[in-house]
């Protein structure tokens, strides 16, 4: 983008989010092992930043200026490198300083994370003994030299340095991965079960077992972990189908060049010299001192101990009160359409539509796109059991959709085998569009019944995830959604669309279109505004407009739950523009975009964000909403969405990441929306 125009960098506004999700640790209001578990999806986000975008940019600063010009890149990746850096390290220390005041207020709540120094003698008899009959067959150390071969280190695992000094005065090393895939980080120990101990400390504590065969007077473990380059590298042989270059692609991940190594501050600076020189680092790469744990991302998965009150309650997503058990959704859709929203609403509405197309004897065909899946999906299996009942089924599955390549891949040959037809995408640009369409046989004619979602057909991100699904049969959508997935079989013919947005072909001329209308709006006086929801906002071209939008008066509100490239309350810029953001319990993932159109607002919801590999170069839908009572209801939650006084942070540029906490009244109660929304959709079921 041009000088004139005023951008944030994508990387640093996505800090800014992590930063945001950090905060949620730090807020005591939340519960304390919750806020334990944010930590892990911190870095768990943390650890996902390094090995794409962090990645991305390493290999851009092998380029010379003139390629990177060719290239289009804004901005010299050394220095962004440079300021992530000092970032990172600044949310580091955040992190650290957290860690150490949950650890404290755990202890006031009578649970202990002790480590192997700790350990009474029952505690390291039991200890003994679980390592021996469960842990010590997987504990496989590899002996450092510089004559052998430097071992190959995983991505994202947690290993133990070794450093042992013999009687006779030598120094040697070894490494140990901390395996988790055969037992679990954490192990709590009885009779109380309010002592836990890390897989880590009960490898140290038994390093005399692992070693007793050595003649030492001295042995210190020191944890590192490394993350590496996540791109994949598709080879262009022609003989090779898509499915074996993804596998292959996926396998030489594994080897990628590493982007970050994290490790014990107590290390060293010969073992950590000995890592470096091993994993081909420089000292201006990113390796950052931390504490004495790494791979904090399975602390997601720290056990349920203590009171209850430690823990969120438990919000069981309910039924659509339209939609009761033992109702044909068929007949339920032929009347009206209807909206689901997740978490709240349960996603085995979504099941049980394709379950009743599978027993019903006219329904002919089920078409449906994938692009991340539960891994024992129950999506999947509906769908097989649709084959077996004599269904057509087709399915577009999305074999590049990052870090699910290989469960794509799994998925689709066993659809294969029981007969489904299977298409892998489309050349050229991701399907990430969220599309389920039935077909029927009804008094001899065809008819279409649909389910669009802004989300995936996931049954367990639908529990965490929230996003909005529809499903209709209202023929204006259905006949679209038909011809996009003809396009979908073909890759020839497009279709011109009078509902749909759809990218890369006209969803960005039509969005342009809407932002274009709300000026000539604002320029007659009239009131204008947009509200857009999404995970990101970082296109420049769009952005360019609504900072014009907002310079001719349209009132513009964003809520944007991670990347926000914009730069709001600018004088003279974006004067008009307000961003928040929604980080809570609940992951927030809906995309819609409303325009005022003069009071008859214009609302549609979509699988798209606004960047520019969405509008460019991925598959997208965005869909109208024609129903008004179901328009309604999601500008209600927009605007509900915007009072939120609790989980909300403001993100213009001199409020960055500060909570919205004012109230409109002296004495208002503050609204924390997505409890507030789970009350309302029970209260309606119920009712």
């Given at each position: ?7 944030i ?76 850096q ?46 021996q ?52 980080r ?13 897989l ?10 692992i ?19 996540a ?34 501050d ?23 001192p ?8 399975d ?34 859709i ?26 019903d ?76 369409l ?19 057909f996931?049954?367990?991100t ?37 509902q ?28 204008a505004?947009?509200?857009i ?41 974006s ?29 549609y ?31 209600s ?51």
């Amino acid at each position: 983008m041009s000088a004139d125009v005023p951008i944030i960098n994508r990387e640093l506004s996505w800090l800014s989010f992590n930063e945001r999700v950090l905060q949620e640790a730090q807020d005591k209001s939340v519960p304390l092992l919750e806020r334990l578990r944010f930590l892990g999806i911190y870095s768990n986000n943390q650890d996902e930043f390094y090995r794409v975008r962090v990645a991305f940019y390493k290999r851009l600063e092998r380029l010379d200026k003139t390629t990177l010009k060719k290239l289009h890149i804004p901005v010299d990746p050394t220095f962004l490198l440079d300021q992530i850096q000092e970032k990172v390290l600044e949310l580091s220390e955040q992190f650290e300083e957290t860690y150490t005041q949950i650890l404290k207020e755990l202890v006031l709540n009578s649970i202990f994370i002790i480590n192997n120094k700790q350990l009474s003698k029952t505690q390291s008899s039991y200890i003994k003994q679980l390592f021996q009959t469960e842990i010590s067959t997987h504990i496989a150390p590899v002996f450092l030299n510089s004559q052998n071969k430097f071992p190959h280190i995983k991505d994202r695992t947690a290993y133990l340095a070794v450093e042992i000094f013999s009687k006779a005065g030598k120094r040697s090393v070894y490494i140990i991965e901390i395996v988790t895939a055969s037992h679990s980080r954490f192990i709590v120990l009885p009779p109380e079960n309010k002592y836990v101990i890390l897989l880590d400390d009960v490898i140290r504590h038994c390093l005399e077992d692992i070693f007793y065969h050595q003649d030492y007077e001295e042995i210190n473990a020191y944890t590192f972990k490394i993350t590496r380059d996540a791109e994949l590298t598709i080879d262009n042989d022609l003989e090779k189908s898509i499915v074996k270059k993804i596998s292959d692609s996926v396998k030489k991940r594994k080897t990628g060049r590493p982007t970050r190594l994290a490790y014990d501050d107590n290390m060293p600076n010969y073992i950590l010299n000995m890592l470096m020189k091993g994993l081909q680092l420089m000292k201006s790469d990113n390796v950052l001192p931390g504490g004495i744990y790494h791979n904090f991302r399975d602390f997601i998965k720290f056990p349920n101990i203590g009171k209850a009150a430690l823990r969120f309650h438990t919000n069981d997503p309910v039924r659509h009160a339209m939609m009761p058990l033992k109702s044909s959704i068929f007949n339920l859709i032929s009347k009206r359409d209807v909206l689901l929203y997740y978490p709240y609403n349960t996603f085995n509405h979504v099941l049980e539509f394709i379950i009743e197309a599978s027993l019903d004897i006219n329904t002919k065909e089920i078409f449906i796109t994938l692009y991340r899946v539960a891994r024992n999906s129950k999506i999947v299996n509906a769908l097989i059991h649709a084959l077996k009942n004599g269904k057509k089924v087709t399915c577009i599955i999305e074999v590049t959709a990052r870090f699910d390549e290989e469960n794509n891949i799994k998925q689709a040959a066993q659809l294969i085998e029981e007969g489904a037809n299977v298409i892998y995408g489309v050349p050229g640009y991701k399907v990430h569009s969220k599309l389920l369409l039935i077909t029927r046989l009804e008094d001899k004619q065809l008819s279409r019944y649909a389910y669009i979602s802004t989300g995936n057909f996931n049954e367990d991100t639908a529990r965490i995830y929230s996003d909005y699904g529809l499903f209709t049969k209202n023929s204006k959508i259905t006949s679209e959604i038909a011809s996009q997935f003809g396009y979908y079989m073909d890759n020839i013919k497009r279709h011109s669309f009078q509902q749909l947005l759809v990218a890369p072909h006209s969803m960005r001329p039509k969005l342009e279109k809407f932002i274009k209308t709300e000026i000539e709006i604002a320029e007659k006086g009239m009131e204008a505004e947009i509200i857009i929801k999404a995970n990101s906002i970082t296109d420049e071209s769009i952005i360019k407009q609504l900072y014009e939008a907002s310079q001719k008066g349209v009132k513009i509100r964003l809520i944007v739950r991670g990347i926000c490239s914009i730069q709001c309350k600018i004088p003279g810029i974006s004067d008009n523009i307000e961003a928040m953001s929604l980080v809570g319990r609940y992951l927030e993932h809906a995309r819609v975009y409303c325009f005022r159109n003069k009071g008859d607002p214009k609302v549609y919801i979509s699988s798209a964000d606004m960047m520019s590999r969405n509008l460019d170069n991925r598959s997208e839908v965005a869909i109208p909403i024609l129903d008004e009572e179901i328009k309604k209801f999601i500008i209600s939650n927009l605007e509900m969405q915007w009072q939120d006084k609790v989980k909300a942070r403001s993100l213009n540029i001199a409020t960055l990441n500060q909570y919205r906490l004012q109230t409109n009244q002296v004495g208002a109660k503050k609204l924390n929306y997505q409890e507030w929304q789970y009350q309302q959709l029970k209260f309606s079921t119920q009712a």
